[in-house]
């Protein structure tokens, strides 16, 4: 029934979002001038494993020379669960735009708690500690990362990590049969958001209003109005034509190649310059106002490209472009 | 009172007894390494060793009491991976190890006792290959047989590891990439340097003509002008820059600056003008083979060039693929240009393991691994960071490497450690357009 394959790895890329969090940590040892006498990077992995696998990639030869190495960090998942503070009313939807002629469309996501572990285990006191206090003071309690939850939408969320509690045991009494143990164990608390599946459409590029007088729909309609988007700039680079000579930034009126395919009342645009057509004072000359749709004036070379803007460039627009409006309004008489 | 007409132990009966439990060892027992560990430092806050080292070991031989199997809890998987708890308890005579080792022991004043084997110390199991930690020594079983104690009963433990030095422990293949060890890389061939030359007009330069972009710079080279005139001078870069298109009114110039081979900055030196935006585009000449383009986003402003975002930084850009004249000089009739040499790669062999000192960074490690087919070195508990560029030596051997690469996270103990992972995962999911607070993410 609910049918639509989705799986976004969410809780997959939370985890990994926390686990490098930890990779990077170090411990140092100093001689006794203070001088740094080794360094070494605390091995990190995600606790649970199967079976089989951790027996061949750790023993492949069914034997270790030593018992462990230390220090480590190991962390794990310890629950998941639904998160009712952060709900959103579930009928939002956010629209992106994805490709040309193509928006994602996402509803809002269902906020979840990830549970984490976090174990430090180390040989000496010592040792634990200065792992500890690498991590304790950027968690105030929590600590912001930012993820991409969803490829697709390339939206980055935050997700705070909040580190809720932190347990030391260090366990050294009794016979000499048993070994000192030290270990940290930092429970942490990942607000996620797990998205549903991912929808496409087009973009919307016409909007239209129906005005009645009368509150029966099915009467007839007194005025339609009907927006679709206008280019304010060229998006084909058609290169209808070219300038004969060059102009300087205050020209009115110039000579073009051909003239026949310019429309008086319509827009050129010469380099970066959208100009609109005055009137065509005869021969190859136009006579245009300068520096239009918020272009500034500019000298142009001659044999620079003439470019229209008209209707075809308005079918090239796309979700992102910077665009105005093309306005019809009808009315209707009885 | 005991009675005195039956003696309890005479010196001679006790030696018998001792001589008697020699043999019996040497019969039965097996040669176990003794390796005493030097306390080098220790915390007296929270009583723990700092520092310890193990450099010597000592042939004893030693009888294991638990003859059928190792005691212990086996192998168990624990969320810090397998955890081999093998027990063992062996004997050794008081005696011989009093003859054999003590009188070298009380001699280093980094070992605690001298006198008997004591906790902490480590024996070589070579049958099984292992490293046991001594936990307990039990000096009073059997209990004062003739009036003396005769054997140790060392009951030991499979050693935990982390990150103990000495020469015990140096050349162990499986253990060195416990720790933090760094992969360099050097050239396995060495570069070639650029070659140019000139052409004059009335004693001036007026054009530099690239006759080979050579090989393997790690950063622009400079360039030497040399002749009888005074006053030229030229610089060299490892990628042109252009736009192209746009029917320009004056055309932009860029140049751009290039490290390890990837394009690290650009430097708009004259924007242009007259751009038509749509038309023009950035051109980035091409990598050496097997390197990625570098991209570059422009951003023009009424047609002069106004920004320029690196978007893909590239790689392999290690030739030189333009040079500008700076100052045409006067007054030459020959001239000779050179480019400084890129870097070389290895002279000299290198024993492992050995000491090594960088030559800039005076930085030391230890050289645990080296492949010199494929041209890296391994770098175990560097003090400090070394530097691209930087020439390592060899404290034993003398040979030398410059070093062209590193790869800080290339410890390859795969063996329950994702550090490198997990980094490369978060790559592709996580924005760290701040920073990481908690270290390197690129």
Redesign the interface.
């Known amino acids: 029934m609910l049918g639509t394959y989705t799986y976004n790895k969410i809780i997959r890329k939370t985890l990994i979002a926390f686990g490098t969090l930890f990779n990077n940590i170090e411990v140092r040892k100093e001689n006794a001038d203070g001088s740094t006498y080794s360094r070494m990077k605390v091995p990190l992995a995600y606790g649970p494993r199967q079976k089989f696998l951790a027996r061949i990639t750790e023993q492949p030869d069914l034997n270790k020379k030593v018992a462990i190495t230390l220090p480590r960090l190991s962390f794990e998942m310890t629950g998941v669960s639904y998160d009712a503070t952060r709900k959103l009313g579930a009928v939002t939807k956010s629209l992106k735009p994805k490709d040309a002629g193509t928006v994602t469309k996402q509803f809002v996501p269902v906020p979840y708690n990830v549970d984490f572990e976090l174990n430090i285990i180390s040989k000496t006191n010592d040792e634990a500690i200065e792992i500890a206090e690498q991590i304790f003071p950027f968690f105030q309690p929590s600590y912001n990362v930012t993820i991409k939850l969803v490829d697709e939408l390339n939206d980055y969320r935050d997700v705070p990590i909040t580190l809720n509690s932190v347990n030391y045991s260090d366990d050294y009494e009794g016979t000499f049969d048993s070994r000192k143990l030290t270990i940290f164990t930092l429970q942490f608390t990942a607000k996620t958001y797990i998205f549903g599946p991912i929808g496409t459409q087009g973009p919307i590029k016409k909007a239209k209003v129906d005005y009645r007088t009368n509150t029966n729909l099915q009467a007839e309609r007194q005025v339609a109005y009907e927006v679709t988007p206008k280019a304010l700039t060229d998006e084909n680079k058609d290169g209808t034509t070219s300038l004969s000579s060059p102009i300087t930034k205050s020209t009115l009126t110039f000579d073009v190649d051909d003239i026949v395919d310019i429309v008086i009342g319509g827009f050129i645009e010469i380099g970066n310059e959208v100009m609109k057509v005055k009137s065509k004072p005869g021969g190859n000359k136009i006579k245009v106002v300068r520096a239009q749709n918020g272009t500034t004036a500019s000298a142009h070379a001659a044999g620079a490209a003439v470019d229209l803007i008209n209707a075809e460039d308005d079918a090239l627009l796309d979700s992102g472009d910077d665009f105005g409006f093309n306005e019809m309004t009808s009315v209707f008489f009885e | 009172m005991r009675n005195t007409f039956f003696t309890h132990g005479t010196r001679n009966e006790q030696f018998l007894q001792q001589n008697l439990v020699e043999e019996y060892l040497k019969m039965f027992g097996m040669d176990v390494l003794f390796i005493p560990r030097q306390l080098v ?1 220790k ?1 007296s806050v ?1 009583n ?4 310890s080292e193990f450099d010597d070991s000592y042939l004893i031989e030693a009888y294991m009491e638990n003859f059928d199997g190792f005691q212990g809890g086996g ?1 168990l ?10 027990e063992v308890t062996l004997v050794i005579s008081q005696q011989r190890f009093s003859d054999l080792i003590s009188q070298f022991l009380l001699l280093d004043t980094d070992i605690e006792l001298g006198e008997r084997p004591s ?1 902490g110390d480590l024996i070589y199991f070579p049958l ?4 046991f930690e001594i ?2 020594v039990e000096h009073e079983e059997p209990f004062y047989q003739l009036g003396k104690n005769y054997v140790y009963k060392l ?1 030991c ?7 103990e ?1 000495g020469d015990i422990f140096e050349g ?1 293949e ?2 060195v990439d ?3 060890t760094v992969k360099y890389y050097y050239l396995t061939t060495p570069g070639t340097s650029a070659v140019a030359s000139t052409s004059l007009t009335n004693g001036a330069i007026d054009s530099i003509y690239l006759t080979d972009g050579g090989s393997k710079y790690q950063e622009a080279p400079t360039m030497t002008i040399t002749g009888d005139g005074n006053g030229a001078a030229a610089e060299a870069f490892l990628i042109n820059i252009t736009v192209s298109g746009g ?1 320009p ?1 004056t055309s932009a110039v860029i140049r751009g600056t290039v490290k390890d081979g990837s394009l690290r900055s650009v430097r708009i030196v004259d924007g242009g003008s ?6 023009a585009s950035i051109v980035v000449s091409s990598p050496n083979l097997g390197g990625t383009p570098a991209t570059v986003v422009p951003t ?1 402003t ?2 002069v060039l106004t920004a320029l975002n690196i978007t893909t930084q590239g790689s392999n850009y290690t030739s030189v693929s333009l040079v500008d004249l700076t100052s045409a000089g006067t007054g030459y009739t020959t001239t000779n240009i050179t480019f400084s040499s890129p870097p070389a790669g290895l002279t000299g062999e290198f024993k492992v393991p050995e000491s090594v000192t960088g030559g800039t960074t005076g930085a030391t490690a230890s050289l645990v691994e080296w492949n010199s087919v494929e041209g890296w070195i391994k770098l175990k ?4 960071t070394f530097s691209t560029g930087e020439t390592i030596m060899g404290n034993t051997s003398g040979a030398t490497v410059v070093l062209e690469n590193r790869d800080e996270m290339a ?1 390859t ?8 992972a ?2 490369e ?2 790559d ?6 701040e920073t ?6 690129s």
Not at chain 2, 413 to 420: F, G, Q, S
């Open positions: 430092s915390d929270f723990e060793e700092i520092v192998d998987l624990t969320k810090f991976g397998i955890r081999q708890s093998d906790e099984t290959n292992n490293y936990k307990f009951k433990e499979l050693f935990e590891y982390s990150d030095k162990d499986e253990l416990s720790g933090y029917s009114l007259g751009y038509d935006e749509d038309r023009f009424n047609g508990s560097p003090t400090a410890s103990d795969t063996k329950y450690y994702e550090n490198v997990f980094e995962f978060a592709d999911i996580l924005d760290f357009t990481n607070p908690f270290g390197v993410i």
